[in-house]
């Protein structure tokens, strides 16, 4: 299920996403990534992207997705791709 | 009802299989075999005098007045050594022991002081009830013989006194703190007439002496040689309420003896089935933080947090802070308001602030403070097993044969249940403890540490891992347990992972630093030594791998089949008195009550129906993404209920940023705290004391808070939230906290079948209670997982982004103390102070000597984030290389220096693991003073000049 | 070369042995130490081709060599004194040098320890059991049981343990034996180990007895072979008689304080650290060796009276001419042991009073002289044998000052756990001054009128005689152990026979 479009359209249409702090959310990405790693490629991308649709508050989801993803690693983008393809 | 003193059956109570019949004074009792006489004549409703037995600890056979007959037996043997033997005739009543009784009495009295009547023990004094029974009434002896009336009394614990002169030389105190406490710091010394309780050398006074307060010794004395001080000021207590302690997650039941609406003591409840009878020093003496004078009682509110507050009514609080709420929700959006539940308010307190949040702000931007301590345990538990909670009760600990403890200081943070642990281990138990510090658990009086595994901090993972490896390729799993209980492919991989060479202890050295011989011994004993049960901390928790760590104990724990009976298990030891409940209550911002994920709609439709509103199906902010919202300017209204976050959050500097970017702060708390002074409303909170509620401790057990006084503040915590709720047009009407739980039980299946009147019933019950379990879980797991199969997950060692550097070359790592909690917004508040008046850098010598510091000089602490000052302590509990700290003194602002990384699942802050560096320093810095001059500041209360 | 022995037993050395050792050696003898024939009135005593010359002094020397001693005894082991005991216990005593294993060996030493060494444990019990052994420290429990007992007792780890305490006056059997034959000490308790399956035993020795810890110590090491698998360490008291009751000695070895505990549990289920312990005085397990060769145990059997077997070293000391050791057979009476072998009072007044079984026995009344050595026999006259020392009094004697004298001994010795003793000793002091000053007044507390149930008159010496037969029911009754359990028997025999010497 796309959290993008539908946790976007909760804030109000002025907000800045360049307000957040893009760097903190693609460090607890990578994080999460990274630990979830050792269980395999695919399965780590479908926990990662599990545990930022369970966990992350739409405010969050909508930064990340709407930002630049390249500084991402290669699982933590793989798992933004899946909630909501760039 | 009157003030009746608890039963005392003379000595333990006695398992077995076998049951023994014999006649005491003609009447037939059955008890089991290896009773003592003397507690089965208890139990049949008899009694025989006696003065050296109480029944928390072993016959001693000292005072000679419980003497009984026995047909075939000559003399007359003491009934509390006698074990009760088939066909027993016993006489408890003749004239030879009426004679015996009164002989000994006799001598009692004649070296005893005489003016009971305005002794503080009159009327609640062994000795005296037992020279009423004997019928004494001559003291043949005179008065004027050798005698111990002019032995100064000892005053120098804060709470309780020590007088000598009416001492009988029974031992029950030292024989408390041998085997209730477990400390040993209580002797007679000298012999014969001589003899005198001692605690410690000839030149130790209590206070000086190793004595921890628990006050055992003062529970068990007969007379009123250890007592309680309030009792001499205050009088016997005229009637005693049972009610759980506000302290840590142990949960201990008293007796909150009152006289009047006065607490003059609390005393360990012999029949709460977390403490059974015994206590700490701060759940038994330091509750006068209810009484203090810091204690706010009156609402305040403030335009702006430099103008000092303003005192107000509980209605104008109310609605201007209903009204302040409600214009940022109409401006900034439901999202824009949040709160924080205390994991030290009742369950029903916490279910009413997530219900505000989310029913009345209109968001899930709910969280707790198990963020910051156990978060890591509700997923990493739930992932694994299905349950966010430990597996077993505290007694299960006696039954286990390997006890590992990991990141855990039980004799500090859980000191009751530490008690047990030690109990155990003195029967005979094995010991691992994991811990980068040298815990007084490693080597105590009788209690010594088969392994201890000092790793560098931060290596939870590896070493845990390494373990695995060891149970693995050394075929010690239990192959069994893993086919019946979990999937067996998924082990598979598990094993595969773990097995691999790189995994193995002598690889791993290089990061742990623990010698791969001492690993792979304990790894073995763990797995082979019989029942293993794991005891874990935040030392696991508060780690950046923390989830991690806590899966890793799981996959161990599951793969040597010790999960599902009594003895074993995963025990998180939770910390605060209600933060398992507070967890339970869904106060994180992602689950509802009973750990269902938001966007469950089943679960939510469940409970929009019983509120009659819509949810937020996403889920909420944490609180340091809070702090961070606040700081983006999206986050703009909290409400914290029971929590300082400036104190107990890492970052200082970042969580006073993002408080002060918010618009509305409302802090509801029994004092102004750090968090107050970025405050704009205060509403006055109440004490455990002061409300009736449940909490729920480490291992399930749903236990009755029950008001003993009316709120000093005039409303107890659930009403002023329930009052917010209505200002702000909701339209609660609870009456009594029992109808809070009457709506948790409807709306959470594990909780289904408890209700006020079952927990009158049943004293304490463990969840799950529900139709499968009417009566309680105690210990989970024992068929199947909750979740199913248990769940092998594999954990790899991620270093933590924190890393030592020549600038930093230290690591500092952070606890806690047995006298002073948390942040010590109580126990600061008490005469607790008397112990650890300040927080103590702990150093190793060689680092110490590096840097020319001595014990007691003043260092700063720096690392990436912050810096502070306070002075060392050079001690090798320490590893080179290693720092430790508390943080329970504002002033010293330990969180100043800790880091903003997290566990990765969780954000549960890693305050385990800070670089750092120490130097010499002349005294406190900047931010320090600064900081303390603003707090003062902003703690001034505006006073209506007099008329 | 003449051969000449002397002893070097503690009591022989205060009186002066190593001097006249010293002196026969400068007149250019051999001089063998060996241990000592255990009389007292002839130490330092010198052996030569088995005659006996003593008490010597240095000076004396030469004229024995010479053969014009005064000091001449004759043939020792036809002295009366010897003749008419049954050594089997201190059959080496005099004869042998205490550190010598040859000397041990060629007295069939080690021969017992061989023999059980191809017995099962039940066998070597049931043999222990028909010799009828009793504990000799003073309780006289049956030993076959007690190592029974703990033999079935579960567990890895079980002990033997020696009580070497030897607190009672009078007594220095335990010291003689440690002394003079330690080899055989270790030879019983290495037996005793075989039989319960021990691995490890404590010799408890009391602090006052610095030569028999030296002595043991080496002798523990030279019979290391001899006694392995078992090993032996010797612990040293530090001055509290009541270490000798056997729970508070454990108590001691494992470091804590000398407090006695209660039984049950018994040591033989747990005893040392928990573990099932054989306790046993000096003197029980020195007689195992000669019980375990071949016929030993009957021939003990057969010795003594009634429950009674086997023989007791008994100890003569006080004020009597001849002091010693005296080893026999049970059923000897006092007269034969006081007039006929004792001699009498060195004093040479009449003998008044004879305490037997240490501080706390009874007083015995010339009266009961004719009381055959027997455990129960004893018990029946409200009097116990104990450790076997027996000490005389002469008509000096004041029997009140004694029974005073027990009561502070007690009050001086007690651990202090159990009321009885530990406040009853104090008071029982006060009670005799008080009893032999004819009574009480009201005390300054008594006599206050805020004390309005306290007695203001005066209390007669009738009324504190019952207080004190009071007192010693309690003590007799309600004490923990016997230090407080036996303290009645001195003040009542010197009460009950010598009542004028009360007034």
Redesign the interface.
């Known amino acids: 299920m796309p959290a993008g479009p539908s946790a976007a359209a909760a804030w109000p249409a002025n907000r800045r996403s360049s307000g957040v702090d893009l760097a903190r959310l693609h460090h607890m990405a990578n994080q999460i990534a990274r630990n979830l790693a050792a269980q395999g490629e695919d399965a780590a991308i479908a926990a990662t992207a599990q545990h930022i649709r369970d966990f992350w508050d739409p405010r969050m989801k909508a930064a990340i997705l709407g930002g630049d993803r390249s500084p991402l690693d290669p699982i933590a983008r793989a798992a933004l791709d899946r909630l909501d393809p760039a | 009802m009157g003030y009746e003193p608890q039963a005392d059956f003379g000595t333990p109570a006695v398992q077995s299989d076998q049951a023994v019949t014999l006649a005491i004074d003609g009447r037939s009792v059955t008890v089991p075999a290896g009773t003592s006489v003397m507690r089965a004549a208890a139990e049949c409703g008899g009694s025989i005098p006696s003065l050296c037995a109480t029944d928390s600890v072993k ?7 419980c ?1 009984v007959e026995i047909d075939g037996r000559k ?2 043997p ?1 009934s ?4 009760v033997e088939p066909g027993m005739v016993v006489h408890t009543q003749t004239a ?1 022991l009426q ?2 009784r009164r ?2 009495m006799e ?2 009295i ?2 005893h002081p ?1 003016d009971c009547l305005t002794c503080s023990a009159n009327n609640d004094c062994e000795l005296q009830d037992t020279a009423a029974e004997v019928g004494l ?10 005698n111990h009336l002019g032995l100064p009394t000892d005053d120098s614990n804060p709470y309780f006194d020590f007088d000598p002169s009416k001492c ?2 029974c ?1 029950r105190c030292v024989r408390a703190c041998d085997e209730v406490q477990g400390t040993f710091a209580l ?2 010394a ?6 005198k309780v001692s605690a410690g050398q000839a030149s130790d006074d209590f206070l000086s002496s190793e004595c921890v307060s628990c006050g055992a010794c003062v529970q068990a004395c007969p007379t009123a040689t250890l007592q309680e001080k309030a009792v001499k000021e205050i009088g016997k207590p005229e009637r005693a309420v049972v009610t759980t302690c506000a302290y840590c997650g142990v949960g201990c039941t008293f007796r909150a003896e009152m006289r009047g609406e006065q607490l003059v003591r609390m005393v360990p409840w012999k029949d709460g089935k977390a403490n059974r009878g015994h206590s700490c020093v701060k759940g038994r003496f330091a509750w006068g933080y209810a009484n203090h004078r810091d204690r706010v009682l009156e609402p305040m509110i403030r335009e702006s947090i430099e103008d000092p507050w303003r005192v107000v009514s509980w209605d104008e609080a109310f609605a201007y802070t209903a009204q302040r709420l409600n214009a940022i929700k109409a401006q ?2 439901a ?1 824009a308001l949040g709160g924080i539940t205390s994991s030290r308010c009742t369950n029903e307190e916490t279910f009413l602030v997530q219900k505000l949040v989310r029913a009345g702000f209109g968001s ?2 709910v969280d707790t403070c198990a963020r910051v301590c156990h978060s890591p345990t509700g997923y990493g538990l739930k992932t694994t097993f299905g349950t966010s909670a430990g597996t077993q009760d505290f007694d299960s600990v006696m039954q286990a044969d390997v006890i590992l403890v990991i990141g855990a200081n039980p004799t500090d943070a859980h000191p009751v249940f530490a008690s047990r642990m030690k109990r155990r281990l003195r029967q005979g138990a094995k010991l691992i403890v994991i811990d980068p510090r040298r815990i007084d658990l490693v080597r105590m009086p009788h209690v010594e540490a088969a392994h201890h595994l000092p790793l560098q901090p931060g290596t939870n993972v590896a070493v845990l891992t390494a373990m695995a490896h060891v149970i693995v390729t050394e075929e010690l799993a239990d192959e069994a347990f893993i086919r019946e209980r979990c999937d067996w492919d998924e082990y598979q991989d598990w094993a595969r ?1 773990v097995a691999d060479e790189r995994h193995s202890p002598e690889v791993l050295e290089a990061v742990t630093r623990v010698p791969a011989a001492d690993l792979r011994a304990a790894a073995r004993l763990y797995a082979t030594g019989g029942n293993g049960a794991i005891y874990y901390g935040l030392g696991v928790t508060e780690h ?2 923390g ?2 760590t806590v899966m890793a104990i799981a996959n161990l724990a599951m793969a040597t089949g010790n999960i599902g009976r009594p003895g074993v298990g995963v025990n998180p030891l939770r910390g605060q008195n209600n933060v398992q409940g507070s967890c339970d209550m869904g106060s994180f ?2 689950e509802l009550a009973g750990y269902r ?1 938001i ?1 469950d709609s089943a679960t939510r439709g469940l409970f929009e129906q019983d509120w009659g509103v819509a949810l937020d199906p ?5 609180i340091p ?1 809070m702090l ?2 606040a ?4 986050f703009r209204a909290l409400y914290i209920q029971g929590e300082d976050i400036l104190q107990s959050d890492p970052n200082t500097h970042h969580v006073a940023a993002g408080l002060k970017a918010m618009e509305l702060v409302i802090v509801h708390d029994l004092f102004l705290n750090e968090t107050a002074g970025y405050a704009h409303v205060f509403l006055p909170g109440s004490t455990f004391l002061e409300k009736d509620g449940t909490f729920t401790n480490a291992e399930r057990r749903i236990q009755r808070v029950r008001k003993v006084m009316e709120p000093a503040n005039g409303l107890a915590d659930w009403e002023v939230t329930q009052r917010l709720a209505q200002a702000m047009g909701q339209d609660w009407d609870y009456r009594h906290p029992a109808e809070i739980m009457a709506e948790i039980a409807r709306l959470t299946p594990s909780f289904a079948e408890v209700s006020y009147d079952h927990l009158e019933e049943a004293g304490s019950l463990q969840w799950p209670v529900n139709a499968a379990a009417p009566e309680g879980s105690p210990v989970m797991h024992i068929d199947g997982f909750v979740r199913g199969n248990g769940r092998f ?4 060692y ?1 270093p933590t982004d924190e890393k030592t550097g020549p600038r930093y070359p230290l690591l500092l790592t952070t606890g806690r103390i047995l006298s002073q909690y948390n942040v010590g917004a109580q126990t600061r508040r008490t005469a607790n102070t008397v112990w650890h008046e300040e927080d103590l850098l702990e150093i190793h010598p060689a680092d110490a000597e590096n840097r020319g510091i001595k014990t007691g000089d003043w260092v700063r602490l720096a690392s990436r984030t912050g810096e502070t000052t306070l002075r060392a302590d050079v001690t090798d509990r320490v590893a080179p290389g290693v720092v430790y700290t508390t943080f329970h003194h504002p002033a010293t602002q330990a969180n100043v220096v800790t880091t903003d990384y997290s566990d ?2 969780t ?1 549960c802050p890693e305050y385990k693991v800070t670089a750092v560096q120490v130097m010499p320093s002349n005294g406190p810095t900047d931010w320090q003073e600064s900081y303390a001059s603003w707090a003062e500041r902003s703690r001034r209360v505006a006073r209506e000049p007099a008329e | 070369m003449t051969l000449v022995r002397i002893s070097d037993d503690a009591l022989a050395l205060a009186c002066g042995a190593d001097a006249v050792a010293a002196a026969f050696v400068a007149a250019g003898c051999t001089v063998e130490r060996v241990s000592s024939w255990g009389m007292h009135w002839l130490e330092p005593l010198a052996e030569i081709d088995g005659i006996g010359f003593g008490p010597l002094f240095p000076e004396d020397v030469a004229a024995v060599l010479a053969g014009t001693s005064d000091k001449w005894i004759g043939a020792i082991a036809d002295h009366p004194f010897i003749k008419r005991q049954q050594r089997l216990t201190f059959a080496r005593a005099g004869k042998t040098r205490p550190l010598s294993l040859a000397d041990y060996a060629a007295t069939d030493g080690w021969s017992a320890l061989n023999r059980v060494k191809s017995l099962t444990s039940p066998e070597i019990v049931a043999e222990v059991t028909h010799s009828g052994l009793r504990g000799r420290g003073g309780a006289g429990f049956p030993a076959g049981i007690k190592w029974r007992t703990v033999l079935e007792a579960p567990g890895p780890r079980k002990y033997v343990v020696c009580n070497a305490d030897e607190g009672d006056s009078g007594t220095f059997a335990d010291r003689m034996l440690m002394e003079g034959d330690p080899f055989q000490l270790l030879e019983g308790m290495a037996i005793a180990a075989q039989a319960i399956g021990a691995q490890q035993g404590y010799i408890y020795v009391r602090s006052e007895y610095p030569h028999a810890i030296n002595k043991l110590n080496a002798a523990i090491e030279l019979a290391s072979e001899h006694i392995a698998p078992f090993r032996v360490e010797v612990r040293v008291g530090a001055g509290a008689y009541v270490c000798g009751e056997e729970t508070a000695l454990l108590n001691s070895i494992e470091g804590k304080r000398g407090e006695v505990r209660a039984k049950p549990p018994l040591p033989a289920h747990e005893g040392l650290f928990g573990c099932p312990t054989v306790v046993h005085n000096v003197l029980t397990l020195a007689a195992i060796p000669h019980i375990m060769v071949p016929g030993g145990a009957g021939l003990y059997d057969s010795l003594g009276i009634d429950r009674s077997k086997g023989t007791m070293p008994i100890q003569l000391a006080g004020n009597i001419r001849h002091g010693g050791l005296f080893e026999t057979a049970f059923g000897i009476t006092l007269n034969e042991l006081i007039h006929d072998i004792g001699g009498g009072t060195a004093s040479g007044r009449p003998v008044k009073a004879v305490q037997v079984g240490g501080p706390l026995g009874a007083y015995i009344h010339p009266s009961q002289f004719d009381l055959p050595f027997d455990y129960e026999a004893y018990a029946g006259a409200d009097a116990l044998i104990g450790h076997g020392g027996v000490v005389v009094f002469d008509d000096t004697a004041d029997m009140g000052a004694l029974a005073r004298f027990a009561f502070q001994f007690c009050a001086a010795e007690s651990c202090g756990k159990c009321t009885p003793c530990r406040i009853g000793s104090t008071r029982g002091v006060e009670l005799i001054d008080r009893i032999r000053t004819g009574g009480r007044d009201a005390d300054a507390v008594e006599a206050l009128a805020q004390m309005h149930n306290a007695r203001k008159d005066r209390r007669s010496r009738a009324e504190d005689l019952q207080l004190l037969e009071d007192l010693c029911e309690t003590m007799q009754f309600g004490s923990l152990c016997a230090l407080g359990g036996f303290t009645p028997y001195p003040v009542r025999s010197a009460l009950k026979h010598w009542p004028e010497d009360f007034a």
């Not at chain 2, 000298?190 to 003899?195: D, P, V, W």
């Not at chain 2, 997950?793 to 790899?796: I, M, N, P, Q, R």
Request: contains cysteine; proline residues 4%; hydrophobic residues 30%.
């Open positions: 016959a001693f056979g000292s005072c000679r007045m003497l003399g007359t003491a509390c050594t006698t074990p030879r004679r015996l002989g000994v001598l009692y004649s070296d005489l009434r001559d003291v043949r002896y005179g008065y004027a013989g050798a009988i030389a031992s002797t007679i000298g012999r014969g007439f001589a003899s900034h959006g999202r899930n931007n992972f950046s791998q989830s991690s911002p992602h994920h966007s996403e889920p909420g902010l944490r993404n961070d919202a700081l983006d300017g999206s997950v594999v954990t790899d991620v990765w699942a954000n």
